[in-house]
Every structure is written in structure tokens, then in C-alpha cells.
């Protein structure tokens, strides 16, 4: 019979099985009448022959069942009669049904949400093409390349089939209603087609469009396109205006496309990247570099030409081509991130595996109880592969319905992660639960079904008939064996979910070391934003410096507002920029052994709006002027170190190399506390604040290309009440100079220290989640566990009762056996810590992984978990009546 | 009329076939017609004949169609398909071969040996 036939006629019987229930009938009808009529010609009565009729035809049912059984309608109908069969039993236990199902929905629900945010993060390659043969070249592996390296690395390999080259390039979106600063990049015209992206709308650069002149194009972002330009179709060729100047809008890239990678992972728009009088330059390292490996060429190969072309070249340009690194993009990428996500990745196994473990003993006590049913229906002639397809179904159903519930907990939950997660994890913005998910959610449901689901079954159905029914009403006791897999199971789910909380644990220890760090000024009630003049009449060189002070002062007007100031990098989040200087009177130092500070340029107060504290000398004034003598504060790091020993107020630096301008030397006045600059975590530098209008580049009066950099200042203001109430005031203040003036990045100084932290703290949310997740598990299963062994024993705590056991006694007999689980699984878990935290060392800070307190804590906070766990059936079994425990044998 | 014999497992399916090659039958009719051809000699258990009748279907052996029986009523027909009229060879073979085994073997002498 051919698989078709087979398919054709199940499908028939079941698409179609009214039909054949009433063909069926009708048949048989037909065939009781026919002999009735055949009878009756021979002399019976009609009623006679149809009884007679009816007697030599036999059961009707039967004949019906064994037709539907003929053509397979049997399989359905065993799944349906199974399922009613396990409904049933489970709303007859609801308090069992409710646990399984909870268990399991917190289980797979967790386990998914994560899992997709995994994958989106780490699994999923990036969105280009064959990304896999994509790398980086960096100076260092993570700094800028200068123009001239590039063009002598992409002319001079082999080994790529492409090499394009990147710059960060911020313009001030300006002729609009209200102007933007926007982040973006300027691009080689091969980038692109290297990506293999094609765009939404338009078209990509051509070639030349990269050339001096020809560079007006423009290429929006998706999200751009749809929040400046309200998604307009038609926006294709229309000009827009950054930084004063006019592009065309020549495409719009597909809402999933996101470049760069990393650095730049905010940008929106991209432009043609001409190098014009820069192609000759080795200085002003600006370009992150991006190449596609040739076919065939491999990675090794690739560095070794590398290394090989910059060798030649450092010899030829000394300085220029030291330690360049080829790095694949993928690891560039995800490195940072990959060990978080690996110890989510394992604590979402330890958490399924804790599921599993959990719902298998539940089901194992639960066969063990239904030992005599099983037994009934064997004896009536249930075949052995019928019992284990009831107990399946039984666990697939849990299944079913737990993952259904696990789905819906992890839509919520991935939502809820996505919202909670710091923006600097790249592609989070991708997460959602997808096909991946969705299979790792089924794989994960019917893995825990089968899984759990089999063991009990083949145990329960190997059950000796005889030996179970003969032992009466009592219901079986249940053997050593399968006692041991439980408590087996249940020290595994207490070793795992011990080393969950101590991930967890020293995951908080970090968090509150973090959060225990001075940063040197004070954060609350701090708002600041970066208003830029590129493309207003402020631009002028003239003008800044007075409507910055003017800028400033309205401000500082606003009611509200207890002090304000500006500066040109806002500390953990703007820019860093380091410089090296020269202390007057001391000899001139040898090349890389000047002191070097980090160089921020501030308005008089700005220390006052930080609440940044000057412990030695004085603030900068409005006095300190561009016709004033130079000065300078420093921090107290760099006192340390560069004046050991000697009180540097009063003495004399310039970070200029020309020492005989006199305007270049800068009088040391003040020392202030020291500051976190760019990292929350990093030990403090020798860190200088100039005064912002006396530099001619910040004023932008000096002509030089630097200056061209240097045309915004981030207001910095502290209010009485909440700092975000003040934003849209402030920017209505800066607006009511200029309508041109672009305003950016209006972020809370909270904020931006909540943003410094907000990896740890979003691993410690997770790991927290995770582990809170495991303990409610392990409660669970320890108290199941303790509590049906206690039932189980209710005969045997009545005899010992009536023989003059004392309630304490049997108090400690049953937490006795939940504390060697307890013991077993902190020793195993214990074990285990000791052995992976150490893997979890990059993510920690201030706590080291073997940390004892965390370990002590959480052994005995667990153990304090298990007592209670035990206490509550322990107590049940105290209050045994011995008479009725004995009575009912 | 001798003795009633109860069918041997299994033949069932073949005598079905064999009466529904001779001519499209209702359920009925195949009973009358077996009764018929063996003279009232094989007891059959009438409502076996139904599940036989659909595990025959659910092969692909024979077909049904509704049709009119002889005194006008609505009759559900049975009706041989190639692959049925296959399998009756096919049976009717191995059964001929099976007897003439087993008669030789019961009609074994010691002279034989």
C-alpha cells in the first residue's frame, strides 16, 4: 500500500468522520434489515426477525469500533481520549498542574527571553554579507589610521578584495524647524557594495562621488528618514543642509541596516568621504578602516602582508605604522560583550536544567502515588506502550501548556529587556522573539516534555501488577532506587541554583562597589546639553565668545537654576582629548616622557554646576579673558605626579612645543578634586581644565583646522528641583539667540552616570532575575520533595509516635533528610563556584570571584531556604494523630 | 447440511475479495454470497465482516459506492480495484500453495519417511 493511499484514506476518516459515523450506520442498518426481511419470508414476525437480526449480527459498537480502528481514526481518538484523560487528572491535582505549569513557564519563559537576546547579540552574524570576511585594520586594534596609511595599505595589499575606510562626522542638521546635531559618517565610495547592502530608496555613491567637489550626496538612515523626513517616498533628490552646507538626499537604507559597528553605532545619515589636501597626510589619525578578505586568502595570511607593508612603511615614515592589527569584524564587534552573554548563556542552561530536574521529580513522586492505577489498567490490559503514551501526553501537555505561558512571559520579558538594557550593546535593538527563538523555545518545551516526561514513564509502567495490588488500600511504598534519582535530582537543582545566587551575589557585590565610587563631583540635580553654533551667525569668530558668556548667564537667569557653566567635553560622556605639556624651569623632556593630561577647556562655573570641589588656590573668573595672562587648574592627580613633594599653584606650564610665545604659558591657580573622566571604573589621571575664552580655538578666532572642531560648548547647569524640568527652558534660551543653533545630546548628569554603569548593572539585573528564578525552583523542589516523602511516611511516624516518639523527634526526622539535600547540594555547588566564577572575573569589580562573604552568604541564605521548605511539611507530619495514621492500614 | 466450520484466521479478507470479484456486492450481499458458494458450510460472524470491509478499503483494495440494492433501498457497494484483483492472486497462490503443503504433509505415510 502506498503512502498515499494510506494518507488519502486517514485524512478521508478524519476530515471526513461524521460521514463515515453516519455511512457506517446506514451499512449496517441496511444489513440487519436486509436478513430481517430474508427471516421474516420465512414465516417470523417483523419484530422477531429484527431481534433475530440483531442477535446473529453481533455487537453493533464493537463492529463500529474495530471499523474506525481499521482505517486509523484510532490515533486521534487515543490522543483525544489521552488528553481528556490527562485533563482531568490534572484539575483533579491542581495544586500539582498549577506548580508544573508555573515551574515550567518560568523556566522556558526566562531561558527564551534571554536566549533571543543572545542570539540577536552574539549568534546572529552581522547583517552584511558573508560577514565572516569582513575585518578591521587599526592602529593598536582600536585606534584611527591617517589618510595617507590608508591609501598606501589599500593600493599596496593583495589580500582584500576591498578596502574602504570610515570617519566619524557629526553635522549640524540646520534650515529646519528645530535644527539637530546628528551623528553620521563620511564614507569611501566602495564601503557599501563591500557590505553587499542594497538601499531601501535611491541608490548608493557612485564612483567619483568620493572625489573633492563631487561630494554633496547624502544616504539617510531608516530611522532618520522616518523621524526628519515622515517616511516621504518622494524625499529622493530633495537637498537638506548640514553644517551649512547643501547635500542631496540620493537613497535611504533598510530599517535593519546599521554602520558602523562599532564606535559610531548612533549614525543615521552618510556621505561621501573626499580626503582632499589629507591624502598626504600621516598625522590626524581620523579613519577606522574596513576590508572584505579575497577568496581564498585567509586571516593569517592577510596580517602577515600586513604587517609586512606597515614594517616597510615605518621604516620609510618612523612613528606612523607602528602595530597595526587586522581584526576580524565579528570579534571586534562582539568581543566586549561575549563573556556577559556567555554567563547568561550558562545560567539560562543551569536554569533550564533546574526546570527539568524540578518537573521530572514532581512527576516521579506523582507516579509514584498513581503506582496502583497503573497497575488496574495494566490488569485490564493496557499494553505497556499504551501506559508510556499516556504518560507522555501527560507531560507534553504540561509541556504545551507551559510553554504557551513561557512565550507569552518571554514576549514580556524580552520587551522588558530591551527597555532595561544599556544602549551600547550592540544590535539590541534587533531583539525580538523570532524563528530562532521560537525553535529554541519548541526544541526547549518538547526536550523538557520528553525528558521528563520518559523516566517517570518507564519507571511506572514496569510496575509488577501482582505485587501492587496485593499490598491492598495502602497504595505502594515506593523503592530505594527510585528514591535516590529524586534526591539525586533535587541536589542537583540545589548545587545549580547555589551557583546561580552566587553569580548573582557577586554580581551585586560589583554593583554596589560601582555605586560606591566618588566620582569627584556631584551628579544630582545636574542637566547639560551641547549647543552647537555650526551653521548659525554665532559661528563667527567674533560673535562666540560673547554669546557664549550671554548664553550662559540667561541661563544661569532661569529660575530654578543654582549655578551654570559650560565646557567643551561633559566627563564619562563626551570626548577625551589628552595632551602632553611643559613645566617651566624644569629641562625639556625626552620624546614620550613629557607629562601628558587630559585637556578640558571650562567657563567659569562650570566647577560650581558640577559641584566639583577646588581643594587648593582658586576658580577661574570672568576676568581670565583672552587678554589676560593664561591660567590653568589642574586635578589633584596630576599634583601627585608631576609636583611631588611641591606646591605646583603658582607655577607655570604650557602645552605648546613654541615656549617663547609668552601668551602660551599658563599660571597653575587652583587644584581641584580629581574626577572620573571617561570610565566610572578607571583610577584617576593627571587631568588639566584651560580656560575656555582664553584659548583662540575655542573662540574661533585662530584660522587653524583645529578650530573648525571646536564650535560648541556643553552647557552644564544645577537646578533646585529636577534637572530634566529645566531642558526645554534651556533650549528655548539658546533658541532665542539664534533659531540655527543646533542642540544635542540633553541628558541628566544621573543619567549619564546611570548610562556609565548601566552593563553591570544590566548583568546583575539578569543574573538577579536568574537566580531568584532558581531559588523559587529549588524551594520548590526540596519542599515537593520533603513533603511527599513525609506523606509517605505518615504510617510509619504514626507507629513511632505511638511508641513514644515526641513531636520534636519527628520534626527532626523529616528536616533531617531535607538538610543532608541541603548539605549534599551546597557542597556540590560550592564545588562548582570555586570552579566557574573565576570565568566571570572580567565582569566583576571591587569583589574577587572566590569572594567568601558572597559564597557564606549564599550557602546560608539557601540553607534558611531549605529549612523552611522542609518546616512546612515537617510540621504537617508532627501533627500526625497517631490512631488515625495507624487506622488507616 | 453438515456441520458449520468456524472461518480460519486470516481468510477472511480473501473470500471477500473473492466474492466481489465475481460482481460489485453490499455488505450483505458478500454474506449470501459466501453462504451461497460454500454452501452454509462456514459460520461467519456477521459483524465482522464490516471492520474487514474498511481495513479492505483503507488498502486501496476495493472501493465503495452507494448505490441501489434490489429492493430499492440505498446500499452501500463493494467493487474490486486493480491492486485488489492483484492481491486476490496473490493470496489465492500463496493459499494453494499453503494447502497443497499441508495436505502432503498430512497425508504422509510412514513408507514416505
Known amino acids: ?889 | 447440511m453438515s456441520k458449520q466450520l468456524d472461518l480460519l484466521q486470516g481468510t477472511l479478507d480473501m473470500l471477500i475479495l473473492k466474492a466481489i470479484s465475481l460482481s460489485p456486492l453490499h455488505g450483505y450481499g458478500i454474506l449470501l454470497r459466501i453462504q451461497q458458494i460454500s454452501n452454509k458450510r462456514l459460520e461467519i460472524q456477521q459483524g465482522s465482516l464490516y471492520p474487514a470491509l474498511y481495513r479492505l478499503e483503507h488498502h486501496g483494495w476495493i472501493t465503495s459506492e452507494w448505490g441501489e440494492s434490489e429492493n430499492n433501498r440505498r446500499a452501500r457497494y463493494y467493487r474490486l480495484t486493480s491492486t485488489g484483483k492483484r492481491q486476490l492472486q496473490a493470496e489465492t497462490e500463496r493459499w494453494n500453495e499453503m494447502t497443497a503443503v499441508i495436505a502432503g504433509i498430512l497425508q504422509a505415510t510412514p513408507e514416505q519417511l
Open chain 1, 1 to 889: 500500500m502506498s503512502w498515499w493511499t494510506r494518507v488519502r484514506s486517514w485524512t478521508k476518516s478524519t476530515v471526513r468522520s461524521t460521514r463515515m459515523e453516519r455511512d457506517m450506520d446506514e451499512e449496517m442498518r441496511f444489513h440487519v434489515e436486509a436478513h430481517a426481511t430474508e427471516l421474516m419470508k420465512r414465516g417470523m414476525t417483523r419484530e422477531k426477525a429484527l431481534r433475530q437480526a440483531r442477535l446473529e449480527f453481533g455487537g453493533l459498537e464493537t463492529a463500529k469500533a474495530q471499523c474506525r480502528d481499521a482505517v486509523g481514526v484510532s490515533f486521534l481518538e487515543t490522543l483525544m481520549q489521552d488528553l481528556r484523560h490527562s485533563v482531568r487528572g490534572m484539575l483533579r491535582t491542581p495544586v500539582f498542574a498549577l506548580t508544573a505549569v508555573i515551574v515550567l513557564a518560568l523556566g522556558i519563559g526566562a531561558t527564551t527571553a534571554i536566549f533571543s537576546v543572545v542570539d540577536a547579540v552574539l549568534l546572529r552574524p552581522l547583517a552584511y554579507r558573508d560577514s565572516g570576511r569582513l575585518v578591521t585594520i587599526l592602529m593598536s586594534g582600536t585606534g584611527p589610521v591617517s589618510v595617507a596609511n590608508y591609501i598606501d595599505w589599500r593600493d599596496q595589499s593583495r589580500s582584500f578584495s576591498t578596502m574602504g575606510a570610515a570617519d566619524y562626522w557629526s553635522p549640524n542638521l540646520t534650515g529646519v524647524d528645530s535644527p539637530e546635531h546628528i551623528t553620521g559618517l563620511k564614507v569611501t565610495q566602495n564601503l557599501f557594495p563591500m557590505l553587499g547592502i542594497e538601499p531601501m530608496l535611491g541608490r548608493l555613491f557612485l564612483e567619483g562621488e568620493d572625489k573633492d567637489g563631487a561630494d554633496r550626496e547624502v544616504i539617510l538612515s531608516h530611522r532618520l528618514w522616518q523621524r526628519r523626513f515622515s517616511s516621504d517616498p518622494a524625499v529622493l533628490g530633495k537637498p537638506i543642509v548640514l553644517d551649512g552646507n547643501a547635500f542631496v538626499i540620493v537613497g535611504v537604507m533598510p530599517p535593519e541596516f546599521q554602520f558602523a559597528p562599532f564606535w559610531a553605532t548612533k549614525a543615521e545619515l552618510w556621505v561621501p568621504n573626499a580626503f582632499g589636501a589629507r591624502i598626504h597626510s600621516r598625522g590626524g589619525n581620523s579613519l577606522r578602516i574596513f576590508a572584505r578578505l579575497k577568496d581564498g586568502v585567509s586571516l593569517t595570511q592577510a596580517r602577515a602582508e600586513i604587517a609586512s607593508i606597515t614594517a616597510r612603511l615605518e621604516q620609510q615614515f618612523p612613528g606612523t605604522n607602528r602595530n597595526v592589527v587586522v581584526t576580524p569584524l565579528k570579534e571586534k564587534v562582539v568581543g566586549s560583550i561575549e563573556t556577559p552573554l556567555l554567563v547568561l548563556l550558562a545560567a539560562v542552561g543551569f536554569v533550564l536544567l533546574i526546570t527539568c530536574a524540578n518537573v521530572a521529580h514532581m512527576l516521579l513522586a506523582r507516579a509514584a502515588t498513581r503506582q496502583k492505577e497503573i497497575a488496574v489498567r495494566a490488569a485490564l490490559g493496557a499494553r505497556r506502550g499504551r501506559l508510556i503514551r499516556q504518560f507522555l501526553t501527560e507531560s507534553i501537555l504540561l509541556g504545551g501548556v507551559g510553554g504557551a505561558l513561557g512565550l507569552l512571559l518571554a514576549v514580556l520579558g524580552t520587551r522588558a529587556l530591551i527597555a532595561l538594557s544599556p544602549a551600547n550593546i550592540p544590535r539590541v535593538q534587533t531583539v525580538s522573539i523570532d524563528a530562532h527563538a521560537a525553535l529554541f523555545l519548541l526544541a526547549a518545551t518538547i526536550l523538557t516534555s520528553v525528558g521528563f516526561g520518559l523516566v517517570p514513564a518507564l519507571q511506572a509502567s514496569s510496575v509488577n501488577v501482582n505485587d501492587t495490588l496485593k499490598e491492598g488500600g495502602r497504595g505502594g511504598t515506593e523503592g530505594v532506587q527510585r528514591n535516590r534519582l529524586r534526591s539525586l535530582l533535587v541536589v542537583s537543582e540545589f548545587a545549580l541554583a547555589l551557583m546561580l545566587l552566587i553569580g548573582a551575589g557577586l554580581m551585586i557585590r560589583t554593583f554596589a562597589a560601582l555605586e560606591a565610587v566618588d566620582p569627584g563631583f556631584n551628579p544630582h540635580h545636574v542637566i547639560s546639553m551641547i549647543v552647537s553654533v555650526a551653521g548659525s551667525k554665532e559661528a563667527e569668530p567674533g560673535r562666540r565668545e560673547f554669546f557664549y558668556r550671554q548664553l550662559i548667564e540667561r541661563v544661569r537667569s532661569l529660575p530654578g537654576v543654582e549655578a551654570a557653566g559650560a565646557i567643551n567635553h561633559l566627563p564619562l560622556a563626551g570626548d577625551l582629548w589628552g595632551w602632553s605639556f611643559l613645566v617651566e624651569g624644569r629641562p625639556k623632556p625626552r620624546p614620550g616622557e613629557a607629562p601628558k593630561a587630559v585637556y578640558r577647556m571650562v567657563t567659569p562655573g562650570y566647577f560650581a554646576a558640577m559641584r566639583l570641589p577646588i581643594v587648593r588656590g582658586h576658580d577661574i573668573t570672568d576676568a581670565d579673558n583672552i587678554t589676560a595672562p593664561g591660567v590653568v587648574i589642574i586635578n589633584e592627580q596630576a599634583a601627585r605626579q608631576y609636583w611631588p613633594g611641591e606646591d605646583p599653584i603658582g607655577k607655570r606650564v604650557s602645552f605648546d612645543d613654541d615656549t617663547t610665545n609668552p601668551t602660551n604659558w599658563l599660571t597653575v591657580i587652583g587644584i581641584a578634586k580629581d574626577a572620573k573622566q571617561d570610565n566610572w571604573t578607571d583610577k584617576a589621571t593627571p587631568e588639566a581644565y584651560l580656560a575656555a575664552f582664553q584659548n583662540h580655538d575655542y573662540i574661533g578666532d585662530s584660522g587653524t583646522e583645529a578650530s573648525k572642531h571646536m564650535d560648541y560648548i556643553t552647557l552644564v547647569a544645577r537646578s533646585v528641583g529636577d534637572p530634566a524640568a529645566l531642558a526645554s527652558e534651556m533650549k528655548q534660551a539658546a533658541w532665542s539667540f539664534d533659531r540655527n543653533l543646533a542642540i544635542s545630546q540633553v541628558v541628566t548628569m544621573d543619567g549619564v552616570v546611570a548610562e556609565a554603569n548601566a552593563q553591570p548593572r544590566f548583568e546583575m539585573m539578569l543574573l538577579s532575575i536568574f537566580a531568584a528564578v532558581a531559588l523559587v525552583l529549588a524551594a520548590v523542589g526540596i519542599y515537593g520533595m520533603i513533603s511527599y516523602s513525609a506523606s509517605q511516611r505518615t504510617h510509619e511516624i504514626g507507629v513511632r509516635m505511638s511508641l513514644g516518639a515526641t513531636r520534636g523527634d519527628v520534626l527532626l526526622l523529616v528536616v533531617r533528610q531535607g538538610i543532608w539535600l541541603a548539605v549534599a547540594g551546597s557542597a556540590a555547588g560550592l564545588t562548582g563556584s570555586l570552579l566557574l566564577s573565576r570565568l566571570m572575573g572580567g565582569l566583576l569589580y571591587g569583589v574577587k570571584p572566590t569572594d567568601p562573604v558572597t559564597f557564606a552568604a549564599v550557602a546560608f541564605g539557601l540553607a534558611v531556604v531549605a529549612m523552611l521548605a522542609c518546616y512546612i511539611p515537617a510540621r504537617r507530619a508532627m501533627r500526625v494523630d497517631p490512631m488515625a495514621a495507624l487506622r488507616y492500614e
